[in-house]
C-alpha cells in the first residue's frame, strides 16, 4: 500500500472515531428537542424567566427563542416566527453546520475554522436584533409573542 493511501485509510479510521463528538452534540439537541415536543414552553413559568427580563426589563435577542423552537418542532413556522424571528433564520444554520461538521468528522478531514469577521458579523446581528425588538414601534413585529 502507498503512503498516499495508507494516509487516506488512517484518517478515515480515526474519522469514524473522531465522529463521536458531533454524534453526541446531535444526541443531546434531539433530546433537548424531544423535551420541547412533550413539555410546552407556553405554560408560564415552565423553564423559568430569562434574566434580562425579570432584572432588566428588556428583551434580549434570546427571549422566545423556546417557544419558537417548539414551535418549528410542530410545525408552527408562523408561530415560531412570532415567537422569535432571528431564531427561526438562525436554527437551519445551526443544523447545517452540524451536519457539515459531522460529515468532515466522519471522514476524518479538518473542521476547519470559520473566519473571524464571522463572528464579529453575529455579534452585530445580534446586538442589533436585541436593541430593535426592545423599540416599542418595532416590538409587535420582533418582540417575543407573549404567553397565551
Do not use: E, K
Not at 423552537?69 to 422569535?84: E, P, Q, S, V, Y
Not at 447545517?96 to 476547519?112: F, I, L, M, P, Q
Amino acid at each position: 500500500m502507498s503512503s498516499a493511501a495508507h494516509a487516506a485509510a488512517s484518517r478515515r479510521r480515526a474519522g469514524r472515531g473522531g465522529v463521536l463528538l458531533p454524534l453526541a452534540v446531535g444526541a443531546a439537541g434531539a433530546a433537548a428537542a424531544a423535551l420541547l415536543v412533550v413539555r410546552t414552553p407556553y405554560t408560564p413559568l415552565s423553564y423559568g424567566i430569562c434574566p434580562s427580563v425579570l432584572l432588566l426589563g428588556v428583551s434580549c435577542p434570546g427571549c422566545g427563542g423556546l417557544r419558537a423552537t417548539h414551535d418549528l418542532l410542530t410545525g408552527d413556522l408562523a408561530g415560531a416566527w412570532h415567537a422569535n424571528p432571528l431564531w427561526v433564520l438562525v436554527a437551519p444554520l445551526l443544523l447545517a453546520g452540524w451536519a457539515v461538521w459531522t460529515r468532515r468528522r466522519w471522514r476524518g478531514t479538518s473542521a476547519g475554522v470559520p473566519p473571524v469577521w464571522l463572528a464579529w458579523v453575529v455579534l452585530v446581528v445580534v446586538v442589533l436584533f436585541g436593541v430593535l425588538r426592545n423599540v416599542p414601534a418595532l416590538a409587535p413585529y420582533l418582540g417575543p409573542a407573549p404567553l397565551t
